[in-house]
């Protein structure tokens, strides 16, 4: 049957991507795809290597889980001045540059001596990658306004794809050859994407604000708190932040999870990360749709809730079959992705899209990115089961969030 899903999954992207290439905007489509593919995945290769990282560099979980933190935190800053470069730099440029200096923060890891080298490349990896979400985002809004929800869907659904095979590749390779080499190879298809994005990515006319002094500065940022301040916003943003939480607390450990709790090996803990991510992936690409459907405060509401059950179960199942339907299930998370961002997007001004978008990505992504800061400090109490329990109850809240979530409709920028 999951099979049978991705099948479905595939033959709607290329469906999409049909749809749209006749106008000219399948190559944009895809460059993006093709970059976020590399940029997520590798994000998520870090944890699934955590106890390869771990025996070479001897430190706690909780030492562990707050370096998962730094690639998240400094991707976060790098969210509200990637937002404002958008507006005067365009994305062409920001997505491009993205993919280099995250190949460039890849040879540091592959060279780094010592756990603080290792620290320092994190940084630069999260701060590159930052640059890439904010044009992300408002090419994708700009380009498919009409259908924002599958495009935003089929986008992230490339990246969660990313995220279910390169941590496995990069896990096999690991055991064979080292996590430095498992790293270092994705530097190839981390400049093959900045070309493509280079040259298939329009280039946009930047006619924000750029003058005009401190009147004009007071405006714009009059501008950018009317559009952060909305309800429809705020509820949004607040409950993205919860389930970031969430979802940095139980990705950042569950590799680990798998090989120190429930006793897996390395390679088989890989292949269920990654079935968390295929399962996401297909979530992803329907999830979109549905919410242009059935509007997306009930859709996130009902992804927000069914997070719930599985984090319970996780501590409970034992054996691979059981882990690998808890894997499939925790991964309808990862769809409130796409909802969020098409929701969150709609709503903003184009004069300071970039930059609100910028602002609001770095609010939830610096909160989220302590998940796994609190599952690893738990974890060092031997309170690993506890840890995912208080995660779970924190989907619920995010849920209920949702459920006053009003449509956007009628309030597009």
């Not at 998520?44 to 998240?72: D, H, Q, R």
């Not at 952060?228 to 509820?235: E, F, P």
């Not at 309808?332 to 602002?359: D, E, F, H, K, Q």
């Amino acid at each position: 049957m999951f099979a049978g899903s991705l099948r479905s999954t595939f033959t709607r992207a290329r469906a999409v991507a049909r749809e749209v290439h006749g106008e000219g905007r399948g190559w944009t489509l895809v460059a993006v795809g093709v970059g976020w593919f590399f940029t997520l995945g590798l994000r998520f290769v870090v944890p699934a290597l955590l106890p390869f990282i771990t025996e070479e560099f001897p430190v706690s979980n909780a030492t562990a889980g707050a370096a998962i933190t730094l690639l998240w935190v400094t991707y976060a800053l790098t969210q509200f001045p990637a937002g404002a470069l958008v507006d005067r730099l365009g994305e062409r440029r920001l997505l491009a540059g993205s993919t280099v200096v995250a190949a460039v923060s890849l040879v540091g890891y592959t060279l780094s001596p010592t756990f603080g080298v290792f620290l320092a490349a994190t940084a630069l990896f999260g701060l590159g990658t930052g640059l890439y979400g904010p044009p992300r985002g408002t090419v994708l809004s700009r380009t498919f306004p009409d259908r924002d929800g599958l495009a935003f869907g089929s986008v992230l659904a490339a990246g969660s794809v990313g995220a279910a095979l390169l941590p496995v590749v990069a896990t096999v390779l690991a055991e064979r050859a080292g996590w430095r080499l498992a790293i270092g190879v994705t530097i190839p298809g981390f400049l093959l994407a900045a070309v493509a994005l280079w040259r298939v990515v329009p280039r946009t006319d930047q006619s924000v604000r750029t003058d005009g002094g401190t009147a004009a500065v007071r405006e714009l940022a009059g501008d950018i708190r009317r559009a952060i301040a909305s309800r429809r916003v705020a509820l949004a943003a607040g409950a993205a932040a919860l389930m970031l939480f969430v979802f940095q607390g139980l990705t950042a450990f569950y590799t680990t999870y798998i090989v120190d709790v429930k006793g897996l090996t390395e390679g088989t803990a890989g292949i269920l990360f990654g079935l968390l991510f295929l399962s996401g992936a297909v979530w992803q690409s329907v999830g979109g749709g549905l919410a242009d459907r059935y509007g997306h405060g009930p859709v996130l509401a009902a992804i927000a809730f069914s997070g719930v059950l599985p984090l319970v179960a996780l501590p409970l199942a034992s054996g691979l079959v059981p882990l690998a339907f808890v894997a499939v299930f925790l991964g309808i998370r990862l769809s409130m992705g796409p909802i969020t961002n098409a929701y969150i997007v709609s709503l903003l001004p184009p004069g300071v899209r970039g930059t609100a978008w910028g602002l609001i990505r770095t609010s939830f992504f610096t909160v989220g990115a302590f998940g796994s800061t609190v599952v690893g400090a738990m974890a060092d109490r031997a309170l690993f089961a506890e840890a995912f329990l208080v995660l779970a109850a924190l989907s619920a809240i995010a849920g209920v969030v949702y459920l006053f979530l009003p449509s956007r409709d009628g309030e597009r920028a």
